[in-house]
């Protein structure tokens, strides 16, 4: 979408005026380094546009944001790797017809009962029928434990919510959609600068399951691509949207040398709104998790809570919950260091600290002052650099429309376009 799309006729007076004010508001604050961003809490400021040099230079390197991807016809390192990995590509269809399978609608799909594709969204199948393929992670070993994380980040109006994360000196495990690390990049920055744990979460967020091979094979290249170009790390974990995954999905993603990452409970907490789902459906789902680890539950093996930082509605519940989840179970630490992850990037001068240090209070990721690297980049090459572009971001409102999942993303997606159109209605109820 394009922002002259949303106009059929000619700006009035009073819209300029808001634009304008918009604009003298973000030049107001540092822009430039995460972080000046950092420092911004108002969310409609947070959400407006900011110049980001080595995103825009880099943008021709890169499919359009928040549309699926597949291999650029110029991009010659892409086709390459995509080559060296074909061989080994399992004779599995995609399943269902695009476009209504690319947003989960597989209603005129025939898959046989057996499930030989080991496909989560059909049977929550976790254990890969294809050989050599490692199961996927559903939980944590140790006991009484939480594996702590928050999908589709970054957001752009996430400020608060990091801050809280810090202020309590918890650690997460975020898996960063690479269209939005694109649009906001500076808010990506802030994740691994305090500490958390990285990981992908797609280019576009769509039902994995659901596209070819060569844009199955976009959707991880260029979001590492998009994660090292901004972040300057190589992830080496995932997570399917809507835990969307087959033993074709596994493969490229085994491929990319990335772990994938499902979960035992779901909060629901991004359907709030959506298909009848409420606001109390969502804190039932919390309570629910927070039951069971008072009765027990986990006194073998901790688990894995589906959670987002989608909008303020989801982070604004995960504030909510947090004494709770803190009081209920033992420990509530990113993914990778209750599986004792202490590599989470191809780059080694990152580690995590491993559970019993991070139990013991050294939370903190070690960061070694010259980036070296353990092999060839997943990405299969750096990006370029320079430019500038616009950060977007969620509604300020928090909760998601009715739009359904990919739709919302899309929206979530063109933040900077809704937040401007947000205060122009309020310069239109001030000025008329």
């Not at 007076?13 to 004010?21: C, G, M």
């Not at 380094?33 to 947070?46: F, K, S, V």
């Not at 979960?263 to 629910?288: L, P, R």
């Not at 070694?368 to 509604?395: D, K, L, M, N």
């Amino acid at each position: 979408m394009r922002l002259s799309s949303l106009f059929t006729t000619t700006p009035s007076a009073s819209a300029l005026l808001a634009v304008s004010i918009l604009v003298g508001l973000a030049s107001a604050q540092d822009r430039t380094t995460e972080a000046g961003e950092a420092q911004i809490l108002d969310p409609t400021l947070e959400c407006s546009p900011y110049n980001y040099a080595p995103v825009t230079n880099a943008l021709s390197q890169f499919p359009t944001i928040w549309d699926p991807a597949d291999i650029l016809s110029n991009d010659t390192n892409a086709q390459n790797r995509y080559n060296s990995m074909s061989s080994g590509i399992p004779n599995i269809q995609p399943k269902g017809t695009q476009p209504a399978s690319l947003m989960g609608d597989f209603s005129n799909y025939s898959y046989p009962a057996s499930d030989p594709d080991c496909w989560w969204t059909y049977s929550k199948c976790t254990t890969p029928k294809l050989s050599g393929l490692a199961p996927d992670m559903t939980g944590t070993p140790e006991p009484d434990t939480l594996g702590y994380g928050f999908d589709d980040g970054p957001n752009c109006s996430h400020n608060a919510f990091y801050d809280f994360l810090q202020q309590n000196n918890q650690k997460a495990t975020l898996f960063y959609i690479g269209s939005n690390v694109m649009n906001h990049p500076l808010e990506g920055q802030r994740g691994l600068t305090d500490g958390h744990e990285i990981c992908v979460h797609t280019w576009s967020h769509r039902y994995m399951t659901s596209l070819t091979n060569t844009q199955l094979f976009a959707e991880f290249y260029y979001s590492l691509q998009a994660i090292k170009l901004v972040i300057g790390v190589t992830p080496t974990c995932w997570r399917p949207p809507y835990g969307d995954v087959d033993d074709r999905v596994r493969y490229f993603a085994n491929a990319f040398g990335l772990k994938t990452i499902v979960w035992q409970y779901d909060s629901n907490d991004w359907k709030a709104g959506i298909d009848g789902v409420t606001d109390q459906d969502v804190d039932n789902n919390y309570m629910n998790l927070i039951t069971s680890a008072q009765n027990g539950t986990f006194k073998s093996a901790g688990t894995i809570m589906l959670t987002h930082e989608l909008n303020n509605f989801t982070m604004s519940e995960a504030i909510k919950f947090y004494s709770q989840l803190k009081s209920a179970f033992k420990y509530l630490i990113p993914i990778g260091v209750a599986n004792n992850q202490t590599q989470p990037y191809v780059e080694t001068n990152y580690s995590l600290p491993t559970f019993e240090q991070y139990i013991s209070g050294s939370t903190t990721v070690t960061a070694s002052s010259q980036p070296s690297s353990s092999g060839s980049s997943g990405t299969g090459g750096q990006a370029g650099s320079g430019g500038s572009t616009t950060s977007g971001g969620s509604t300020t409102s928090g909760k998601p429309g009715s739009s359904g999942a990919v739709g919302m993303k899309a929206v979530n997606g063109m933040g900077f376009v809704v937040a401007t159109v947000a205060l122009l209605a309020g310069a239109f109820r001030v000025l008329a």
